[in-house]
């Protein structure tokens, strides 16, 4: 059905999966959409490949190398946006194993670097 009548696909990691398996799940996951869209005559282009962020073992927010790093390589799995979510069941896992996600001085200063952007301001 995405391949045939979506705007965009959303992929999630799973609680404590590490970064490296959601990225291969995220890219083998897209490249068998894009597949199925050229398959259906639709061009892949047309579907935006969404990560969710947050619920893999991923800390994109412990420093600006960091969020660096784990955009740079989901963008190079297929990304062509990353959403975060702050207040899922993951993070709260995270949170609960001593684990900071993020705090408003490191989401300042990506703001401010042009790094990140904040919809719904």
Partial sequence: ??????????????????????????????????????????????????????????????????FDEVTGRLAEAGADEIVFYFMSDAQQEMRSRGHRWADRGTLEQLIADGRWRVHGE
Avoid at 6 to 16: D, H, I, Y
Avoid at 23 to 52: K, M, N, Q, V, W
């Fill in 1 to 66: 059905m995405v391949a045939t009548r979506a705007e965009a696909w959303s992929f999630t990691g799973r609680p404590a999966e590490p970064p490296e398996s959601a990225r291969r799940r995220f890219r083998e996951l897209g490249t068998r959409l894009d597949d199925l869209c050229l398959a259906a005559g639709r061009a892949p282009a047309d579907i935006r490949h969404s990560y969710l962020a947050g619920f893999a073992d991923e800390m994109p927010f412990s420093s600006s190398d960091s």
